[in-house]
Structure formats: C-alpha cells, structure tokens
C-alpha cells in the first residue's frame, strides 16, 4: 500500500497537479491533529461517503503515520521532557486500564452467564425430575425466549452495531477503515447486557467476538477521555487525539478480548498481531501483552475469590474450557493419518460452512433491511427453534446405563455440570444427548472435550448433535444479538471430530476428548483461516506442549484445504458489509498502476462529495 | 525508514538530480536479480566499503523489497502456475528442513556436551573420592585446556565469524546489513564443533547463542543450494536467488535455533519477531511457526529414544531446563515488593554488566588484533582461570549434614546429576557450591532453579558463585570460541535471585527456585532488553501460566530501569563492530531532512568506490 501510495503520488508529480502536501499547507482548516481522512487514501475516498463495490457504505479511512503538518511539528518540537513523560505514562497507564476492565467486564459476564442459565437449567431439571415434560418445556422456551428478547430489543432499538461479533469491523479498522458508531458507550453497554442475554438464552452463538469489541469498546473509550457527550476535556488526553494512539489503543483491547474469551495471553497477542495486516510495531508488542496479562491476572483473581462459593452457580466455569496438562500426550506416526483426515474434512467442511453462511446471510439480509419488528421477529423464531431442539431432541436418544464404578458418585446426575445427566432416563442409566445438549455451550464443550469417555457418547448422539448445530450455526449467526462465531464453530468440530475418534476405534492412540479437540481446530481454521493465533489459543487452552504438533499439521491441512474453495469467513462477511480491506503486500503488477489507469480501469471507484 | 527514503527521493526529484529509478533502467549491469546494493540505502552505503562511525567494516546492504526491473518482471509474469507451486512447495519445503537439521544438530551437541563433559567429571569425582585432589585438578584443567584449545584454534585458523555469539549479526542481517562469511559452511561446521568443545570445556558460556547462529546458517546454505563453492546448480533454486526469500529462510533459522536452545517453539517466533525491527510480514508468522515445531518434534523425539538409555550420559539433560508445570504457585499482594525489587536489581545489574563488559570488551580487542596467537593465548588463559576457580572455590565453603529424610537416597551423591554433590565432605555431608560449580552450566541451572529447597544453599555459597560467574561473565564473553550470553546471565542472575529468596526469608510465599528464574529473567531484561520474548521464552520454560503475570512485572522493570543507563547488550556489540542499525521507527525531524543536509550534518558518512 505503501507503495502504490507513493507511486500514485509520484505519478501526481509528474503530471504537474498540485502536490498534495502543498494544498495541505495552504488549507488553514486542516491544521486539527485529528483529521478523518488520509491523504493517500484520496484516491480511493475522498469523504467519508464512499461507494465500495456496489454498496454505499458510511466508513472513513484514517490516518496511516501521524499526520505532519506545521501545527503538529511545532508541537512535538514544543514539548518537554515531562511531556513526553506523561505521554508514555499515560500510554502505559491505558494499557493497564484496557487489561483490568476487560478482566472486570468479561468476569461479571460469566458470573451473570453461569447464573442466569444455571438457575434456568436446575428448574428444567427439576420439572423433568417431576416428570412435568411439558411444563419443562414450556419454562425453559420461555425463559430463552424472554433472554433473547432482551437481547434483540438492545440491539435493534439502541445500537445496531452491537450486533454480531464485531470482529470484522475491528480487523477493517485495525487495517485502516473506521466503521462509525463501533466503539461507543451505547455499543458497548448493549454489547455486554445482550451478549448476556444471547449466551444465557442457549442460543447457539459464543461470547468470544462479543469480548474482544467490548475489549476495543473500552480501549476506545478511555482514548477519547469517556462517551461522546460527556467527554473529560483533560489536557493529557489531547496526546491520544491521533489516529495512530487510538489504533494502538485498540489492539490492545481487541487482544484483551481475545485474552479474556479464552484465558489465553500469548494468543491473545497474536490473534492482533495476524489480524492486523497491515501495521505493526514492535513497541506495540510490549504494551498489548502486558494488557493480556493484567487480563489473566484478574480471571484468576476472580476465579480464586468465586473458588469459595461466593459467586452463586460460577464455580470454574465460563473460563477454562480445556486443560489437558496433566495427561501425556501418546502418540505414533500412524496417528498421522487420522489426524490428515481431521485436517481435510475441516477444509472442506469449512470451506462449505463459508459458501452456505454467506448464502444464509444475503437472505438474512433481506429480512433485515424491511425493518426492527421483522430482525426481532427473525431472533425470536430461531430462540424458540433453538429451545424446541435443545428440548426435544435428547428424548431421542436411548438411555444408557452408568459404568458401575461410577455409579452414585458422578452418574448420573442432575446438577448442573457433571458428564452424565439423567434427563428421562431411570435411576442408573443416562442419556448422552441430554449431557450435551441441556446445559451451557460452555459446559457442552467441556463435556465432548472431556477425556477417558470412549464409551460415553453413542455415535447417533453425535451425529443428531453434530446435525443440530449444523443447522443453528448457519440460522443463528446473522440475527441481531451479539454472537460470536468461535463457539459453534467449536461446537461442530468437536462433533465430527469425536466422531472420527470413535470411528477409528482401537486404530488410535489418541484420546476420543483430543480428536474432539483436533476437529475443533480444523474447523476454526477450515473457516476462519487463522493459524499462528488459533495454534498459540489451543496450545494455552490444553495448557500440553505435546499436542502442538498435530494441532499444527491439523492448521495447516484446513486453512489450505479451505483456500481451495473460498476466502475466510471474515472476508466473506468484508464484502457483505461492504467493508474494503487492503491486503499487506500487493501483487507486484500494483505498483506501476498510475491514477489514471486506476479510474479507467474500475468505474466503480466513485467518489462523491458530501451527501448528495 | 521508509519515510526517509521517500522524502529524500522527493527532495531529489525536486532539485533536478536524476531520478534514480531511471537511472537503473538506463543501467545494463543491475539487470540481475540478485542485487547486493538497495536503491533506498545508497545514501548510506553505496559502495560495499562503507565508512560507519570512525570504522571500516567489510558489509553490505541489501534488498528490502524485490528488485523490480524489466527481466524481472518479465520473469514474474512468465511463470506458469505450476513454477508458483513450486515455489510455494519449495518455500515450505525449506522450513520444514530447517526445523529439522536444526532440531537433529542441537540434539547431536545436547549428546555431544552431555557426554563429553559428564565423562569428565566421573573422572575427577573418582580422583576426589580417592582424595587424590591434585590429580583431579589436574586432569580436570587438561581436560579443559585442551577443549578450549579446539575450539579456539578453530575458530581462529577457519572461522573467525564463528567466534561469539553470531545473534549481533543475525539482528544486523534481519535489517538489512550482510556481514560477508557469516553464514558459510565453514563457519556452521566451526561453530558447531567450537560450540561442543567450549561448552564442554565448563567455561562460563552457553550453546543457546550458537544454536541461533548455526540454524541461521543451515537455512542460509539450504536457499542458496550449499556450499560456495559445491553449489548445486538446480533450476528451481533461482527462486530463491533474491534477498528477501534469503531473509525468510534465515528468519525462520534463527526462531528454529532460540526453539532448539530453550524448547520454546513460540519463544522462538516471538524472539526472531522482536529482533526484526524493520521487516515483518504475517505470512512469514506462519512458516516459521512451522519451523520451529518440527523442532520441537525432534527434540522430543530424541528425548523419547535416549530415555531407554541409548544415549550414554544423556538422560534427560541438556533440553529442558526448568518445568515447574506441577507446582501451584501461590502468592500474595504483598509479594509485589520483593518481585519489584528484583526487577531493579536486573535493571541496574543488568546496565552495569553492560557498561563492563563493554569496557572489557575494548580491551579485548586490543588484544585479538595483535593476532592469532594473542587470540589463542587469551582464550586458553581464560580456561585455566575457569577450572582453577571451579575446582578451588568448593573447597572454601564448608559441608553441611545432609537432611536426614533423604539420606542414603539422594544425599549426598557423587553421579553427575543431583543436588547434593559430596565432593570433600565425609559421608552424610554434602558440598553446596560442589553441586553448583562441579557441573555443567545447565545441570547448575537445574540446580539453582530447582524447588523446594529452601536450606540447601548457604548464602556465602551463592556470594563465591555470584562473584565468580560475575568475573567469568564479563572475561568469557569476548575470547576467541562459539559463545552464548544466554547462559552466563542466567546463571549471574538466578544467584542473585536466590540470594534475595533467602534474604526475605519467612516473609515471602514464593519458592526460593522461582526467585532464581526471576533473577535470571531480571537480568536477561536488564542486559538483553527483550520482553516479549523472554518472557514467552520462560513462559515455556516453566510450562506454568501462573508465574506468567510476575514474570511480566520483573521484566518490565528491568527493562525500564535498565533503558534508563545505556543500551542493550547487542547495541553495544553493534557499536563495537561498526555495524549500523536502523531503527524501525525514525524520529520524526528525520522525516525532513534532505540529502544535502544529511551530508553537512555528518561528516562521518562518506562513500568510496571500490577499495581505494
């Protein structure tokens, strides 16, 4: 970019137009060090309404380096040593705010979380104790129906933006393009009540895309001094008044989220670090972890604090999903193959998830666009199927007996965690698809995750439960509460990953819970072709260094599969967003392209001025 | 740097002076692809001769971006989508061999050293249990004279790059500046047998510095098809004829040989990311992640056969220096104080060690420029100085009375490993600074980390080996043999850590062993100035998450108080072999300066052309 920037700007030399630093210098309106437009994206928009493609998008691009005019270079050469002082403080100080906050938010998140829909869950249990099935039914769709509810109304009615994961626009803005209304006080608040609202109703979306924009949310926040309206006019913050502190800001938030979603501080990291493609600074490095570990720091606090049974029905839970540190890790190079196998299914089946989401998506579109009763009425609908599902389908599933060694001590039981739930099943047996599908996303994936259970789960539970949440995972996505897309996408892969354990039956070495994990993974990167970040996030969530090397053939296997087929799920949900998105490095042919052969060649780079 | 560049190229364009684009095509000579000299640089440097500082140094600058001439793009444009996939294939080919070669020589240096130097002191603790003290002296400093003398007439005779570390000149290459004979086959061969005998020869250096060095070399003879002068002529090789896929593959050398070093596959991404100022591309993320987790399958795969005792002295040694991953680490608010405390001892230890050793270091060369026998001389003398210290100074501490529940089991021993070394103590008496001195630096490391054992070490003990690894730190470093900076600061610093640990005594709840990893991790902050991957780096090392957030506060604080008196380590060795760095992020008043005043201002900056 870079470099078409200067060629174009060369070209403009050339043929003797004014240069563009020149009429900088003569604008006296420009001299503001907060200035929405960059110079070297004029060409592509000349004001905040652009045309991308064929959507008219309200997006701006900003400013690459810091702007350099008289007024700001008087200023840097103005300040003193003290300043200069108080700007690394500060910077410092945000840091460590973005890191506690986000701990802070993302805690009392799973405590309302685990709470909600643990009391929700125990009164289900107690109808079905009773053998009361309908009124079971009717108490838990209700319940859901109310939480999403909620959840839509906020973000229909109070801020738009807050719904879906936000992850996208947080790359597109990382990579230069500012989405309007994102980070705001409003956005952040409906983000977190509704990303409660969603999770807690059994809606089968994730509170990890939700976490990392309420992470940027508050990064953006603090930078600008408070919400719009009620901003502190500190004469410090007018620092962080630029383009480039507020990015920096931001991906410190958006790897806090990352951090606090999986309790994974390294991959927190690098999750910013492969999104942000475009920019990146060593210094930023520092600063973004010290943010993810004040993260970690304050998960444990807090999960040291709810150990004693002050947070209701919290227990562990919500944060660690899988910790394998203890098992050793055994495995031959025939494993190899199974692992390829996973590998290749979570490409293709990846790969196909993109091409039918984005299907989905367009028609959910439509939907959307007729207005705010028809998005609340599209949410409801998938709550209510979501309930019946959830509900009905375990009475499928044939009971089946306890192992006698665990027999009275963990099954089977009706409480909330725990591996073998009773359901309709008579005293010492249990029903499978109950364990999996009656309880919290977070509690199924630990379950199907859960190691020493070769014979727990029945292949037809898997492949109803795999089916099940084929089909949530495309409907659910695209209504309007705040989902994340890294827990059904968990939820699938897990799926077909055991699945694949149980087929190879004693041709394997390697656990049915890790096959679980691997197909997870494979998925991830069949769909979202992350790798390095997806790697680290595995790596810390097993918490076994043993594991790193299938996972990473499994990576490395789907996100090439998948690239065969289609562009990540993030590109996919650019272009429906009408989001434009620079790649790092342009193909060498870029280069040479002058304006001229640039307006000649796409007549759909149109710029307006103003509204018109 | 770019900006430089630009405004300089635009100052250019305004003055009238030629472009230099067109001068390059008007050029025949510079249509090859593989062009030494960077348009961008030739301020600089335009000739290989460049003046930097008062000192001629034999460098060159290199490509930053591909050479984009006629024939080249002629040549990109002509190639066929089966050439890309070879290419790709070809690329990730590369990677995975550097992984290997890398992770199968480390581990023949592991067997190497373990072996040779485990044999040796058999041979001394027989002369001692016979009390034959002389004798084990003596065969003892043979033994070390005569390794050391390997090593150094190697390195002296064949291989003056060999000597040192090689990091320094890693860092330069990764930014751009070749230092010629860096990375040939003789230096690798030298470096590889050099790095056995010193490290074997108990001086107080590491293999962790080399193992970069050498895995930088592996990938540089890989792209480059091998050897100078046996180069294998192979057509799809011309691919990699360019500067910038040289620089991937050594990228992804260098994160294979940290990997190697301390069995951190993610540590060694982040290190060889943190040491690449200038250049970064998230693809490159994601192969050398790859690299260095075949690594790590190595590595554990040898691991994995020696432990049946294939191996000789082997064992476990060598690879893993310190897993704490069983330990739950406890600690309290009020631990936030010592913890601060040894970050500013690392900083000021770590600045002053700097300042030293930058002194001893003009001394040094001094000495080496008289010539190769002076070189010799002085390594050799360092030698004898080392074995007289390690086998006198156990002799001033007095034997302590072994405790009694592990008496007869693990105390006191006279093997190689264990804590409790006996050296001249009768029997149920062990000698502290024995087991630290007597031994290899990395069975020293193991034992001044290890835990739970909170009265095993005397506190003069830890006083004679502060002090002692104090001198030989800054007297090892510069002699004429492969020599790592890893290892010295760690052992300086866990002594200091330990010190501090019993020093705060009962007022602490956290293990003495953890204060030594966090005096090593000071002191590495305070000296090297890395953080991000330092702290990966014992993120991995302990294999425990809950040590991560006070591992960040030591480091921070290291850093900080240690940016505060002079520049890191490598800085100073830059300095002191002339070779430039340029930092990522220029200043902003750089960006206006013009060639003509980049002249006046710098008298120091001159070109010649050829060797006048």
Redesign the interface.
């Known amino acids: 970019m870079?470099?078409i920037y200067?060629l174009v700007e060369?070209e403009a030399?050339n043929t003797e137009t004014p240069n563009v630093e020149d009429e900088e210098e003569q604008d006296p309106e420009s001299n503001d060090l907060h200035q929405p437009l960059l110079k070297r994206n004029r060409t592509l928009s000349s004001s905040p309404l652009a045309i991308v493609g064929a959507k008219v998008s309200h997006i701006e691009s900003f400013d690459y380096?810091?702007n350099?005019n008289d007024l700001f270079?008087q200023d840097?050469?103005s300040r003193s040593k003290v300043q200069v002082l108080q700007y690394i403080f500060l910077k410092w100080l945000f840091a460590f705010l973005v890191g506690l906050l986000t701990g802070v938010i993302a805690t009392l998140i799973n405590l309302a979380v685990e709470n909600i829909a643990g009391y929700k869950l125990l009164a289900v249990v107690r109808y079905i104790e009773e053998e009361r099935y309908l009124m079971g039914f009717i108490y838990m769709a209700a319940a859901n129906f109310l939480l999403t509810l909620v959840a839509a109304v906020l973000c229909v009615c109070f801020a738009p933006t807050a719904a879906g994961p936000g992850i996208p626009e947080i790359k597109a803005y990382l990579n230069g393009v500012d989405t309007p209304h994102m980070f705001g006080a409003t956005t952040l608040i409906v983000k977190i009540i509704g990303s409660i609202g969603a999770v807690s109703a059994g809606l089968d979306l994730g509170k990890e895309g939700p976490l990392v924009h309420i992470g940027s949310c508050i990064a953006s926040l603090l930078g600008q001094g408070g919400p719009d309206n009620y901003r502190i006019k500190w004469r410090w913050l007018r620092y962080f008044n630029n383009d480039r502190d507020r990015r920096d800001l931001i991906t410190c938030g958006s790897s806090s989220g990352v951090c606090a979603a999986f309790r994974a501080?390294?991959g927190g990291?690098?999750f910013a670090?492969?999104e942000v493609?475009t920019w990146?600074?060593?210094?930023l490095?520092?600063r973004t972890?010290?943010s993810t570990?004040v993260v970690?720091?304050v998960l444990?606090a807090a999960m040291e604090y709810c150990k004693s049974g002050n947070c209701g029905l919290f227990g562990k839970g919500g944060l660690i999903m899988f910790d394998v540190?203890g098992v050793s890790v055994r495995y031959h190079a025939v494993d190899i193959i199974p692992v390829a196998v996973i590998g290749v299914l979570g490409g293709l089946l990846g790969s196909l998830y993109n091409y039918l989401l984005h299907k989905v998506l367009k028609v959910y579109n439509v939907i959307n666009e007729k207005g705010r009763l028809h998005k609340l009425l599209l949410s409801l609908s998938v709550s209510i199927f979501t309930s019946v599902c959830l509900y009905g389908l375990p009475f499928l599933a044939k009971c089946r007996p306890c192992d006698p060694s665990l027999l009275d001590s963990s099954c089977p039981t009706n409480t909330r965690a725990g591996n073998f739930k009773q359901f309709n099943c008579p005293n010492g047996y249990y029903n499978d698809l109950a364990t999996l599908l009656l309880t919290t996303n977070d509690d199924a994936v630990r379950n199907i995750f859960s190691i020493n259970t070769a014979s727990e789960y029945n292949i037809l539970s898997l492949i109803i439960f795999f089916a099940l949440y084929c089909i949530l995972g495309l409907i659910t996505f695209g209504i309007a509460v705040p989902s994340g897309l890294f827990l059904p996408i968990i939820l699938m892969g897990s799926a077909y990953g055991r699945m694949l354990g149980i087929a190879m039956g004693p041709y394997t070495n390697i656990d049915q819970g890790l096959y679980a994990v691997l197909g997870a993974a494979s998925l991830m990167a069949g769909s979202m072709r992350m790798?390095?970040s997806l790697?680290?996030i595995f790596?810390?969530l097993t918490?076994n260094?043993?594991l790193?090397?299938i996972t990473?053939i499994v990576l490395?296997i789907a996100k090439t599969v998948g690239d065969c087929f289609n562009p990540s799920i993030y590109e996919i949900i650019f272009e429906l967003k009408g989001l434009p998105f620079l790649e790092?490095?342009p193909e060498?042919?870029m280069?040479n392209i002058t304006v001229g052969e640039l307006a000649d060649v796409k007549p759909a780079v149109v710029t307006l001025n103003g509204v018109e």
């Open positions: 870079e470099d200067r060369a030399t380096e810091i350099e270079k840097w050469r501080p390294v990291v690098l670090l492969e493609a990146w600074r060593s210094a490095l520092w972890f010290f570990a970690v720091v444990r540190s790798t390095v790697c680290v790596l810390e918490n260094l043993l790193l090397p990473m490395l790092a490095h060498p042919w280069r």
